[in-house]
């Protein structure tokens, strides 16, 4: 296990924070550590209720969610990579 | 003894080219310090100054005019006007004094370049009285903002902040250092008088000028009024050169430059100004918002220069225009959020008259940029003010080294624009500062925004209170709070106050 910084990028809110994470969480995990320096500070959560998935950013949204067991090292996430933490349909 | 008229003798003064007998051209004017265009000195020697005028005018001009701005701020010494002052608009002066103060001091530099490197003898004869202009101009905003140190510490930043590692410091250095200190004296001159005093000095020097006065700061306005007469002179060095530019091949390069320095400025000084304009200064003070400022100084006045010249809008024009209206208040919601930062206190200032405001000049800010002062007012009104500061860091924009934001709520365009450049990750706040990095990587790649020192042991330990020493907060003063400790929040709850103002929260 190691620690690793991402760039979160929460559906609606204004910024893009650096995120901790060792390698060996799971992309649930990676979520939880998204969303607790933004949500209750200065952003909400985006839909209460609804599950919040991972995917690398790309320029159109759309691309496939990591699996939520996923770990980080398995997803191959680098130093700084950008990832989105958004509402799923699923 | 008669003396001579000005027009009777100027251009033969000035005009001090010679043909080297002991050295080469090139080692009298490398071409990489003086002009890497290549453009004949005859072309240079046609460099008419747009304004002329002798030492010793300018010596009894420039007396007068300081002697006017001393004479003012010792009036209001004597009436104790900053020790009664609006908390806010005392750290809209901290925020200036600390950003611009030593700034004039390398304008002085970029003046002493061009006074030195360009092969046009008019242009050295007016980059020497701009280097004046510079010179003067530090010591008059050193001067003024030391009085007030024994008032407030955090008006010691105006001589510290250029030499801390402060974020908003190094920010400010990073796009001068681009701008004016590390380029040929032609490209200097165009992304500095052009690009920078004759596209944007206007909005800080004049735009607060105006706020200054209604605030009943005489001192202040009067200074910057001053100054920025003197801004609107030497800026005129750039014209002439992007003529000769333009006339000899060069308009590529000469639209590039103004391109580049426009927007690295323009990122600088939307929240240096953007940000005391629409949020600190009082409801009832203000002269026009920010927005309403950059359209007539630099939508109108500024494009039009631009076509005059025979160059065109910069590229990103439509992206410029969006950033008017959003980049500010991103950042004046996270330089309050992240406020132990800062080495001004900002204040939040968003009670519902506010709002309302800001809904009528930048329609949609209550679904947007107020949704993330929503989360903090509800914070501070349910008793846990402390959760309205931010934890964490946000992401830094490895060019412009500024919080990467944008809008947020269900428009969300908050992303960074990511790059990878010899296997290192570089993160943009927008496709602008992520094209100015690939136009020359090798002069931004080895440079660490404040979020790369954290990891790669610069900072150490990686904890908030060593983040905040290293910047110099509670160092070289205390760091930032609420300018009026929250005691806006209190609008909220007179009656009819309409506590939330976004659709669907």
Known sequence: ?90 | MPLLERSAWYDIARDTNWTPKYVEVDELFPPDQSDPYGIPVAEWETFDEPYKVSYREYVSVQREKDAGAYSVKAALARSSYYEDADPAYLSMLKLHYGAIALSEYAACQSDARMTRFSKAPGMRNMATFGMLDELRHGQIQLYFPHQLVSLDRQFDWAHQAHHSKNWAAIAGRHALDDVMMTRDAVTTSVMLNFAFETGLTNIQMIGLSADAANMGDFTFSNLITSIQSDEARHAQIGTPVLEIMVRNGRKAEAQQAVDIAFWRIHRIFAILTGIPMDYWIPLEKRDRSFKEYMTEFVGEQFERQLLDLGLERPWYWDIFLEDVETHHHCQAAATWAWRNTLWWNPTGNVGPRERAWLEEKYPGWNDTFGMYWDVMIENIRAGHPEKSEAVGMPAMCNMCQIPISNKGGTVWQARAYQLEYEGRLYSFCSTVCKWIFELEPSRYKTFNTIADRMYNGEISPNTPESILQYMGSGVISQGGRDAHDLAWVRAYDEPGATPRLVAGS
């Open chain 1, 1 to 90: 296990m190691s620690s690793l910084a991402v760039i979160g990028r929460l559906e609606k809110d204004a910024h893009t924070r650096i995120i901790d994470v060792d390698t060996d969480f799971t992309m649930d995990q990676v979520v939880e550590a998204c969303l607790a320096p933004a949500v209750g500070y200065q952003a909400r959560h985006p839909k209460p209720g609804a599950m919040l998935r991972v995917r690398p950013t790309t320029d159109t949204d759309d691309a496939d969610p990591f699996p939520r067991s996923m770990t980080v090292a398995e997803a191959r996430l680098r130093h700084f990579q950008q990832i989105d933490i958004y509402v799923s349909d699923d």
